[in-house]
């Protein structure tokens, strides 16, 4: 569970990218967190890792403050980034998944171990000695996915996962995001495009100038997205079941 | 870009002790600007063979060279310029002398063949596997921080191939807009260097950023076994034999 607690992030230049943010994220959850361009949904959850640190307030996973326990919450709460080139760590695939089971210092054994199962959930298993930077969009996703699966995490961090990828790597990536969050992990996924995956979502959130200013069931939170400049999907009266591409899992 | 990046293999180099490997290259670079012309030319061909060898594209090589060869041309001009002094024409055109020429001349063909054991280097060793042998290395010194030198040495190798991905891309970028109809010297060297360095210090930071998220520790586990003590003897022989080869060297007029 990780609990924000009146979070206020000012940069030394003046930005103040966060202010006064209060969450509480519970085990089990699917949360999408909107916002436009700029309205701090990076700067939130960079917070959850200690990639950056609060300026005000308090970020506690399972209760720990998270500045206090680094290594910890890293192993906790894996992370797949926006850009899926600067977060290639390796020179094959292979080693690439392998970068953080070999920084939390397991065995041999075990760390081969974890990047086989790594690879072969992700569907990687084949290229596993191609340099990542020969892969596809989607595939480099799916290698960063990989890369926080080696760690067994209990929470899974996706920031705007979808923006570098065509039609087939959304779904690709998105059907492995269910299939994680059906096997209970916590998903956290930040976003300024709903119309890809809401429907598969518990809740929604919407960040606004850094501030959170709707929270609750995205059946209650779509109707206003576009007060706060959010694309709100097409279609009168639409569900908001039918807000994925994953088409043959959205509509009953 | 294949330039100084790995390119996955099975070849002798593949199977080399990154370790041998790295002393060997360190000793050949500093041999190669001793050498005479035939000599140069025999250990070229050495070279070809072993690009050829580890599937490395020579074509793809040299086309990716060709971009950097702004670079080569300043080294060659100021190399010209400074050795065998500077003859006036007519007192406005100068013209270096044949002799700096030729130096240059060499300097080019001795910078190439450099690049090109960095590349034999690089192509066939994964960093992590260097890094490890680093580590090995350095810890047979007492007091060194080992880990910590390992660790600066593979990133700085490691982040080559990115500053040439990014040289790449800016210069791509200019091209687009037209910066060939552009003349003047110091504001196309501005062009490239100051959006250079931004991309760069921008991707070091997601980098780092990606690296903290999976626990960066400078201590981690090595994927292969550590060196067998057999392997440290070849090593210190090779630094042995370039010694010797460079004394022979320079006893020869
Ligand atoms: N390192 C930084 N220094 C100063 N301002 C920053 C920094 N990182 C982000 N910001 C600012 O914080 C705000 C939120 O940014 P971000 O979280 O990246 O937005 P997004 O919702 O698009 O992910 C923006 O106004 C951005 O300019
Ligand atoms: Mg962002």
Redesign the pocket.
Known sequence: MIEIRNLV?R???G?L??NRINLTINKGEFIVIA??????????V?HLNGLLQPTEGSVLLNGNPVIKNLRYTRQKIGFVF?NSDSQILGQTVEDDVAFGPRNLGFSREEIKKRVEDALIETGLKEKKDRPPFSLSGGEKQRLALAGVLAMEPEIIVF??PFSHLDYTGVKQVLSHILLLHEKGTTIIL?T?DLEKMLAHATRLLI?YK?EVVRDGKPEQVINSVSDFNIHKPYGEKRQVKTMTWLMELGIP | MILFHYIPGNSILHRTNPGIKLVIILIYSIIIFLLKLPFLFIILFAELLLLLAAKIGIKQVMKELMRFSLFVLIIFMVRAYSEGGLILVAQVIPVPSLPGLLAGEYIILKLCMVIFLGLLLTSTTKISQLQNTLHSFFSLFPFIPAARIAALMSLTIGSFPLLLDKLSEVDEARKARCIQSNRNPISRIISISLPLFRHVFKSVDDIACAMEARCYTEEARPLSEPLPLKDFIIFILSILTGIIVLVFNTLIP
């Open positions: 992030k940069f030394p230049d930005t990218a966060l916002g436009e361009n700029g309205s701090g949904k990076t700067v939130l960079k926006q920031d705007e930040t300024h960040l850094g």
